[in-house]
């Protein structure tokens, strides 16, 4: 698959638009190793893009790169048809792009509603003044934005927990609240950084659901990590696949497991 | 050579002399911070309460004095005793060990893996503790300290380099500030050594370096924070017998501990040359500069300078002179 | 039904977020209004049982000027992670801020003033705040000591801050709310009172309103975790500085009226040294950091403890004063280290843990 600019429609019948992000020849150094060399690839509106890839390949670096925690030295990257200036983190979020961590990111001393009232942070505008007086625009907005964020308690079946402290509550559930947070801002670019990792199979199943409504509901573009080959397979409409901070492979999945250097780069090659 | 010349040469030494003097207190925090991770405010209190004890041992004093002459309307004041200097410095150290031991038992354990902030707080709380405990103790009145050091000015040196020019009148140093920066070099040396060539001194920097990997390889982490403590506290006991022989032992010396965070943020938290070399630049610092420009605008500025100069350096370099660039991981 | 709220359905998300959701509550939380706005008023007018005066400024002054400074600390702490030791600095501010106001414009309301002076002071703390950007933790704790000691050493050595005065202490001039008078030697202590209170319960209520919506939680998530935050978009410096501006503006009309309704009159070295820093730290650990009903308790607990350690110590066992007061350093440290210990979120949790047992009352499951 080409990175043509024409849109297409998949099996499944949705529609898979023009190039939201691209990334072209992106290298990333940290001192004198380099983390990320000479990388392209580019995400389509409304699929569901992975990056794979061995441990160390590059993968989370990438994913700093594309929201700012990490800037590469060479390379640009181009959002919506315009090349993106070198930006802080939270400008980046503010132009519409949401993630979650690997390791998980929540802000601890807060309940889980007011968790997921962060994300809306960016869509609130009321100044300090309003704030301070609240009655009037303040609490319109903020029971406005409350609304928003209960469709998506709804949608994650989190209602009963709406009200707990986060460190209470076990891994998965924390899992769902932080992917909550990103989905509140509803994002034009879903970044996910290993969203199943250390689950068990129900849970990896009901992460999978999520992620493929969010994809198909609201159309959100979504780029993630995982190492569960078997869930990346079947959710991503075309994977990337990295090795030691290179390229080796990109495409649909059933290109990219004919790959011989993905191959290769997974099972090892004999050297003779 | 004008006179103007040796007078900042003088300010100069004098200055570098009050900077070690900073930097025996910052090392107390730096030991404590290396090998805990609490930033340990109550370091200038354990010097007053050090420099309290050894007071009270040496002339004999009956602890809680006061508080139970209030209750009993008893009228105990001495037990008629004098401990000699030596014997007093061991028995105030033997203290120091046993709160050490109490601050440990009673404190830290129950503050493992809580934000270093909270730790922080803590250590004020430490602070105000000792502080009032000490006073009741041992009495809240001004006390001499005689260690048997020299004191007053060195009149050797001032004669011998008076009239190198015009109006200069020689150099004026104190005997016992010269005294403390040897003293000081000893056991900076000392400790460098404990803690680079002694079984002790690995096992202390393998638990600064990451304490459960030190766990995992059976090092007590509990019994090292006790001789953590233990040595911050010789550290206390050294700089308040210094800072107390030459001001007295009050109220205020447990204050040197606010000059000494300047030291560190200049130093940096982790590292010893740091909190000499920064202590020395701030030392020099305040006091050329009280020199230089305090007269114009109206003096006294020692007691902001060490932390403005900080503060702008911080900005600059957040890591401090020495420490470890801080790298976040995502 | 006692305290419950099954059976009280909410139909709107106003209703959820009220801030007491359970009537019993709001029932109590009018009673105190009540007994702090008429009660107390009338007796200290009346003089009820002799000794308004010490009432007024042993208790309740010191009372309602210090959970004012708490609750803006707490904004910057115990909401939004930033430990400032500078506290003592910004109320030093803010009292000679409303000084060089009430001399050089004489026809500007206290109101105004006071407002004016916050405003100075969140400026200040605003400009002390800017290298939270850069340090953080402890660092950030020591760095704000510069502030402490720079601007108390500036008012000391400035002569224009105190109007070349000889003495080098400022004094507050008479002025006047509605023709009563609340500030100057001849006020009366329910005027006073009053006029605190007022302040008190206005500024409560904005901290409440800036700690529930959008701001409030771009602050919880800088303290909670500040890299996470910059992912939701929450800019981490001008949320920092928001919190320093507001909190100084907090600390620094709480020292206007320190100075100016209180004390009357100040040498700053005393009234705003080190050791009110700390004292405003202790009032937020023991009340409940990140809580404004802490803050307030936790200035409640501050000022009564000493004055209630000295009636028994002093005034009933007849014991010296230096010891009751070695006694209190002994006390607020130990206490320190027991909330630090087994409730970091001070007396403000114990009250929410209360209420939770109360709430589920006699069937606790």
């Given at each position: ?36 060399s ?17 441990n160390?390949?590059?993968k ?30 939270y ?5 519409g ?19 997921i009232?962060?994300?809306?942070f ?5 100044n ?22 209960e ?9 009963a ?17 932080e ?13 996910l950084?290993e ?34 080959m ?29 790959n ?13 | ?12 030494a ?47 004093q ?9 209750i009993f ?43 270093p ?39 050797w ?17 104190d ?32 638990v ?15 019994t090292i ?35 000494a ?11 010893i040359?740091g ?5 020395m630049?701030?030392g ?22 060490a932390?403005v ?22 | ?17 009220q ?42 002054l ?17 909401y ?53 950007l ?20 500036m008012f ?16 507050s ?34 901290a ?45 009309i ?88 087994l ?5 403000a ?17």
């Open positions: 698959m080409n990175a043509t600019a024409e849109s297409y429609v998949t099996a499944d019948g949705r529609t898979i638009g023009a190039p939201v992000m691209e990334m072209k020849n992106i290298t990333l150094k940290f001192g004198g190793v380099t983390a990320i000479d990388i392209s690839f580019d995400i389509r509106e409304g699929e569901i893009r992975a990056i794979i890839g061995p160390g390949a590059g989370s670096s990438m994913l700093n790169v594309i929201n700012g925690f990490y800037h590469p030295q060479e390379g640009e990257i181009w959002f919506h048809g315009e090349k993106r200036k070198p930006m802080k983190p400008q980046i979020a503010q132009q792009i949401a993630r979650t961590f690997q390791n998980i990111a929540l802000f601890k001393g807060m309940s889980t509603l007011d968790n009232m962060t994300g809306r960016t869509h609130m505008k009321t300090m003044l309003m704030q301070a007086i609240w009655k009037g625009p303040a609490e319109r907005e903020e029971n406005l934005n409350r609304e928003i964020v469709h998506v308690i709804d949608f994650l079946e989190i209602q927990i709406r009200k707990t402290p986060v460190g209470r509550l076990p891994y998965g559930l924390q899992k769902r609240v992917l909550g947070r990103a989905l509140a801002a509803q994002p034009k670019l879903l970044l950084d969203p199943m990792a250390g689950m068990n199979v129900e849970e990896k199943e009901d992460m999978s659901r999520f992620i493929l409504d969010v994809n198909d509901e609201f159309g959100t573009t979504i780029a993630l990590i995982e190492h569960d078997g869930v990346v397979m079947d959710i991503s409409d075309r994977v990337v696949v990295l090795d030691y901070g290179k390229k080796i492979g990109d495409g649909t999945p059933d290109e990219v497991r004919n011989q250097d993905v191959i290769d780069a997974y099972l090892g090659v004999a050297h003779d | 050579m004008p006179a103007t010349f040796f007078y900042t040469i003088e300010v100069i004098n200055g570098l002399m009050t900077g070690v003097m900073y930097s025996l207190v910052a090392l107390g925090f730096v030991l404590i911070f290396k090998a805990s991770g609490v930033f340990n405010y109550a370091q200038g209190v354990m010097a007053l309460f050090a420099a309290l004890t050894l007071v009270g041992i040496q002339t004999g009956v602890p809680f004095a006061h508080l139970i002459n209030t309307g008893t009228h105990y004041d001495k037990f008629g005793w004098q401990v000699p200097t030596l014997v007093a410095i061991l028995l105030a150290l033997g203290v120091m060990i046993l709160f050490a031991y109490l601050v440990e038992r009673l404190i830290l354990k129950h503050l493992v893996n809580q934000d902030i909270i730790l922080f707080m803590a250590t004020i709380g430490l602070a105000y503790f000792m502080e009032g405990f000490g006073d009741l103790m041992w009495g809240s009145d001004i006390k001499k300290l005689d260690v048997g050091l020299p004191q007053g000015g060195n009149l040196l001032e004669g011998a380099t008076a009239g190198w020019a015009e109006g200069f009148y020689g150099f004026y140093l005997n016992l500030d010269m005294w403390a920066t040897a003293i000081a070099v000893v056991l900076v040396a000392s400790l460098m050594f404990f803690s680079n060539y002694t079984k002790t001194g690995r096992a202390l920097r393998a600064a370096d990451d304490n459960q990997a030190a766990l995992s390889v059976g090092i007590s982490l509990r924070w006790v001789i953590v403590w233990s040595l911050a506290g010789f550290v206390a006991l050294v700089a308040g017998i210094m800072w107390g022989a030459k001001s007295g032992v009050q109220f205020s010396l447990s204050l040197i501990a606010l000059k965070l300047p030291v560190l943020m200049l130093g940096g938290f982790t590292s040359p909190a000499i070399v920064g202590g630049i701030i020099v610092g305040e006091k050329l500069f009280e020199f230089s420009v305090g007269p114009y605008i109206g003096g006294a500025t020692e007691n902001w300078f932390y100069l900080a503060l702008l350096f911080l900005v600059f370099r957040p890591q401090g002179l020495f420490g470890e660039k801080i790298i976040e991981r995502v | 039904m006692f305290y419950r709220e099954a059976g009280d359905y909410k139909k709107t998300y106003a209703e959820d977020t801030t007491f959701p359970i009537k019993l509550d709001r029932m109590g939380y009018y009673a105190i209004l009540a007994i702090a706005l008429i009660v107390i008023p009338v007796m200290l007018a009346n003089d009820v049982g002799g000794g308004a005066n010490y009432w007024a400024n042993a208790i309740l010191p009372f309602l000027i210090w959970a004012i400074a708490s609750i803006g600390l707490n904004v910057l702490v115990g939004c992670g930033q430990l400032s030791l500078g506290s003592g600095g910004f109320m030093a501010v803010g009292a000679y801020a409303s000084y060089k106001l009430m001399t050089s414009f004489p026809d500007l309301n206290i109101v105004f003033v006071v407002i004016l002076s916050g405003i100075v002071t969140a400026l200040v703390g605003i400009m002390f705040g800017l290298p939270s850069r340090i953080k933790g402890f660092y950030l704790a020591v760095a704000t000591l510069a502030a402490q000691f720079f601007l108390v050493w000391n050595k400035v002569p224009w801050f105190y109007n070349y005065s000889a003495s080098g202490q400022i004094s001039p008479t002025r006047t709310i509605f023709g009563f008078e609340v500030t100057g030697a001849t006020a009366t202590p329910e005027a006073r009172y009053l006029f605190c209170l007022a302040l008190l319960i206005a500024l409560a209520w904005v409440h309103n800036l700690t529930r919506g959008r701001i409030g939680r771009s602050w919880m998530a800088i303290r909670d975790m500040d890299i996470a935050a910059e992912i939701i978009g929450v800019a981490p410096l001008r949320t920092k500085l928001s919190a320093f501006g507001v909190s100084s503006f907090f600390v620094g709480a020292g206007a009226l320190f100075f100016s309704v209180y004390l009357g009159a100040v040498e700053v070295g005393e009234a705003f040294g080190i050791q009110k820093s700390f004292l405003l730290l202790f009032m937020i650990i023991i009340g409940g950091l990140g809580s404004i009903f802490g803050s307030i308790i936790g200035a409640a607990f501050m000022v009564l403890m000493p004055v209630l350690l000295k009636n028994i110590m002093v005034g009933q066992l007849g014991w010296a004063t230096d010891i009751a007061a070695h006694f209190e350093f002994v006390i607020v440290g130990a206490l320190i280290i027991i909330f630090l210990i409730e970091p979120h001070g007396i949790q114990l009250w929410r843990l209360l209420k939770e047992k109360l709430r589920l009352w006699p069937f606790p499951h």
